[in-house]
Nanobody, 126 residues
Framework: QVQVVESGGRLVQAGGSLRLSCAAS????????MGWFRQAPGNERDFVAA????????YYADSVKGRFTISRDNAKNTVYLQMNSLKPEDTAVYYC???????????????????WGQGTQVTVSS
């Protein structure tokens, strides 16, 4: 059973920074693509960033490109999301997800991820 647990969400002022962490169980963490998604009230769950198994390939949503950075430490079974220059529109519950498939590239669709955390709330005040 794979477990994914996010942490690090909190209230932050606009322009500030925050780093989210996602710890995943399982001895094969290094063979999973990992992704971050977010969901604001009344909205669908949207793609934020994804990283390949080895950490070489990363994808970002246009809305966060240049401000957010996804990274991973396979020795610690952890993936991170560094968020800088935060805006009120970044307010959402942030979810981490694992894709254990054999695909060559990380995915950007919700349906491509099999395992999800419970989410962590990020609130950006103006």
């Amino acid at each position: 059973q794979v477990q994914v647990v996010e942490s690090g969400g909190r209230l932050v002022q606009a322009g500030g920074s925050l780093r989210l962490s996602c710890a995943a169980s399982g001895r094969t963490f290094s063979s999973w693509h990992m992704g971050w998604f977010r969901q604001a009230p009344g909205n669908e769950r949207d793609f934020v960033a994804a990283i390949s198994k080895g950490g070489v390939i990363t994808y970002y949503a246009d809305s966060v490109k240049g401000r957010f950075t996804i990274s991973r430490d396979n020795a610690k079974n952890t993936v991170y999301l560094q968020m800088n220059s935060l805006k009120p529109e970044d307010t959402a519950v942030y979810y981490c997800a694992a894709d254990p498939s054999f695909s060559a590239l990380p995915a950007r669709r919700v349906g491509d991820y099999d395992y999800w955390g419970q989410g962590t709330q990020v609130t950006v005040s103006s």
